[in-house]
Structures are given as C-alpha cells and as structure tokens.
C-alpha cells in the first residue's frame, strides 16, 4: 500500500465520519470497536494459517482499519501520532540498527529487546501486567511463561519434554486421574515445551487444526460424492 493508499483511507474515514457521513460509523466508539480489532486480530492469524496471500492481504487490511478507525474518532491523537509514537519505539528498540550497539544473531536481539521493554516498563508491580485476561487461554499461558522467566526461567527442550512425558505417563498408568487440574497441567507442559522451542503454541494449533479441517473436509466430499 503506496502512501498514497494510506492517506485516502483517512479521507474515506474523514468523510463517513462527516455531517453527511454514516450513521453507524458516526456512533461508534473506542469501546464499541474494541471488540472487532480483537475479531480481525483472530482472522488474520487464521488466515496465515491457511498460507493463502489473498485472505492475509484483506485480513491486513481490516487490521488496518481498526487502526485508522480509532486514530480518526480519537480528540487527542491521530493516525499520524500514532505512526510517530510506533516509529520512535522501533527505533528505540533496535540500538543494533541505529545505534551504536552490536548484537550476533537473532535471540540477543530478543533478549536485547526484552531488557529495553523491562526498563521502559520499570515501574511495573506485577511481572504479568500488561498480559489481558481477555486473550484466549493458549496463547495467555504462553505470554505468561515469556513475562515470569526471570522468576522462573524456562526451561530447555529436555527438560519441558521429560516434564509433559511425566505427565502423559501418569496419565497412561490410571486414565482416572483425567481431571481438569490434570488436564490443564498437561496443555500447560505442552506450552511450556513450545516456548522452549521457540515455537508459537497458539499459531502451531491453530496451522494443525487448519489441516485436521482440511482433511474431514476431504473424507466428508468424499463420502457424498458418490
């Protein structure tokens, strides 16, 4: 999208938003769109999912929306504001790139990043503030293990896969011991051995279940075709 695209969406929006504009777009608010930031949010991790360049250019395109919307219904900030407040925490973020210092590969990048994030964030009380409730359990267990690593570091790949075995096994000896506590400390080894690996717990189920959809899908044609 040229500079140009990115400009007339604040046109289009100026104008629905105006006198002669439209009487939904009119009546929303911050609190009244937050709900479809979060749906798009979803739809474009869906659509990664599926691999397919099309659904993940629209679905970027309604993320780019919220952004627009909220920067136009805003009275103390703009879409420019907010570009500007993104661009300095880029470059704030990155030393290795406009400044000065050096790092050698891509996880003292990560770490570098986490150290600037915890000093921006200092005055923080609580390790998990910042991490909402409102985000989906997988993907909650996974921020929460990144933010208490200093408190609990995580552990290597070895390690998180003996735990989850310890758990299956436990499971396999008596099935009755399936509990919901069970259950969750189980997902939770699961988790934990997919931050590990730096993996995407949340992206690999959402990519597996993409292709279980897929193949049901599949058996289902099948079955009703002849």
Known sequence: MSDHELARTNVILAELLGDQGCPWTKAQTHESLAQYAVEEAYELAEAIASGNSDDIREELGDLWLQVAYHSAIAEDFDSNDVAHTLNEKLIRRHPHVFGQTTVQDAAEVADA???????????????????????????????????GRDQKPIPPVSVAVAELVDVVNKLAQDPEMLTPECLGQALGALVTLGVSADIDPDMALRKHTATYQQEVRERYKAQHSS
Request: proline share 11%; hydrophobic share 35%; aromatic share 8%.
């Open 113 to 147: 990043w986490d150290q600037i994030k915890a000093e921006e964030k200092s005055s923080r009380t609580d390790p998990f503030e910042g991490v909402s409730p409102k985000l989906p359990p997988l993907l909650m267990a996974a921020k929460t293990r990144w933010r």
